[in-house]
């Protein structure tokens, strides 16, 4: 106990060596912040993103608050495998990394860019090949801006886009992967009157059809992520033009561009929109007759990948029960459930039940076995008597009569071998 007493000697000592370390701090941070190679980390940021599969020019680099650089003016331009290019600007982005978590396996790191009219926030902490959490929350965000919405829809889509997805697996695979995903698009709008919408596999969709300017006012939903499984939940919107919703599960899987997608689409123009579009109406009436539900709207079946999708399918009923799960899943062994034993018909009469068996004796003189007559039913309860007057005891109960005995049976012929 004597090592541990602070002596003011000790305590001096202490304090002498924790002024060092903390200006020994101080003065790497500074040598970090002037002597840093920004130009370098400039460089290690554009193979990074060459390596996958974009090409980047950054204007400018400098320092950010804390352990982070700075980067302005972002050139990104795409290089897909097939069609054009897509090429968007980022005002600026900021990348920290949390110095505690260089001293552990699962260095964490943070993205903070200014870009597409909002903010995008950007946090991640991954070991590789071993567990990771990925966090993305974007705020009044310009749908019309956001690369990879067009092309995924094959329609222009605008409004404010609120987002927020927070994933994280213990394995290092998505197919484990747990978390939320929730949305919010105000102001939305899908389609601009110019542009037309072509559909591969559909002899009337796949000439285009110039959709109108279809306002879809707030659509907001979320998806719950448990084990790989991501279920829509309330997706829908509903405006003076129409009514729009979606129901579906996508099964994860690595690589990511591997996941399935099973979900139905309904949707519901209103009669003034399909009045000032009669192209609209005829098609919806030639190709999507097979899809007419009882309600005056139409339903899409939609399934694929996230690489690829299937050519939608009109259809008036959709794959999903009332809970929101499939009825069938693609893939998956339908469930067995053990048979009930058949019921009787009612038209068929239940067999009567057995009557019980019948007593028996055996005789001992001729060693046949004889019925035993069934006993006599009891003697009826003898009639109430008046009320004794009070203080006379009552009178005894008669005394019960004695069964006669009943010499068995003999058969004629037969002496008589009792003696």
Not at 5 to 19: G, H, I, N
Not at 117 to 144: R, T
Request: net charge positive; glycine share 10%; charged share 20%.
């Amino acid at each position: 106990m004597a090592f541990w007493t602070l002596t003011p000697e000790r305590k001096r000592v202490l304090r002498r060596s924790a002024l060092q370390s903390g200006f020994g701090l101080l003065v790497f941070i500074v040598g970090l912040y002037i002597w840093f190679p920004y130009e370098r980390a400039k460089d290690v940021a554009v193979a990074m993103a060459a390596a996958q599969g974009l090409d980047v020019e950054i204007g400018s680099v400098g320092r950010a608050f804390g352990f982070g650089v700075t980067f302005r003016d972002i050139v990104v331009r795409t290089r897909p495998p097939s069609g054009k290019p897509t090429r968007f600007l980022v005002e600026r982005a900021r990348v920290t990394v949390s110095p505690l978590s260089l001293l552990g396996s699962a260095p964490a790191v943070e993205i903070d860019a200014t870009a597409f009219g909002g903010e995008i926030v950007l946090a991640q902490k991954s070991v590789k090949k071993g567990p990771f959490s990925i966090g993305v929350k974007l705020s009044s965000v310009n749908l019309a801006e956001l690369p990879g919405v067009r092309e995924t829809i094959n329609l222009p889509l605008a409004g404010t886009l609120a987002f927020d997805m927070d994933i994280a697996s213990s394995s290092g695979r998505f197919a484990d992967a747990a978390g939320q995903i929730s949305f919010r698009c105000e102001s939305c709008v899908l389609g601009d009157g110019r542009t037309p919408l072509r559909v591969e596999g559909n002899p009337f969709l796949a000439g285009g059809l110039t959709l109108p300017r279809v306002r879809l006012g707030t659509l907001n939903g979320r998806v719950a992520i448990e084990k790989g499984l991501a279920k829509l939940q309330g997706v829908e919107a509903k405006s003076p033009d129409g009514e729009l919703s979606i129901e579906g599960e996508s099964q994860l899987r690595d690589p990511l561009g591997a996941s399935s997608i099973n979900a139905y689409l309904r949707f519901k123009f209103s009669d003034i929109l399909l009045k000032n579009a009669d192209k609209l109406a005829t098609i919806l009436q030639m190709a999507g007759g097979a899809g007419k539900r009882p309600d005056g709207g139409y339903g899409v079946r939609l399934g694929g990948s996230f690489a690829m999708m299937s050519p939608p399918v009109f259809s008036p009923t959709s794959q999903f029960g009332s809970s929101g799960l499939p009825a069938t899943r693609p893939g998956a062994r339908p469930s067995i459930a053990p048979s009930a034993p058949p019921r009787p018909s009612a038209a068929v009469a239940a067999p009567a039940p057995a009557p019980p068996p019948v007593p028996t004796t055996e005789s001992y003189v001729t060693n046949e076995t004889i019925p035993t007559p069934p006993p006599a039913p009891p003697p009826p309860p003898p009639p109430p008597e008046p009320e004794a007057i009070r203080g006379t005891p009552p009178p005894p109960p008669p005394p019960p009569a004695e069964p006669e005995a009943t010499p068995p049976s003999q058969p004629e012929g037969e002496p008589d071998q009792t003696r």
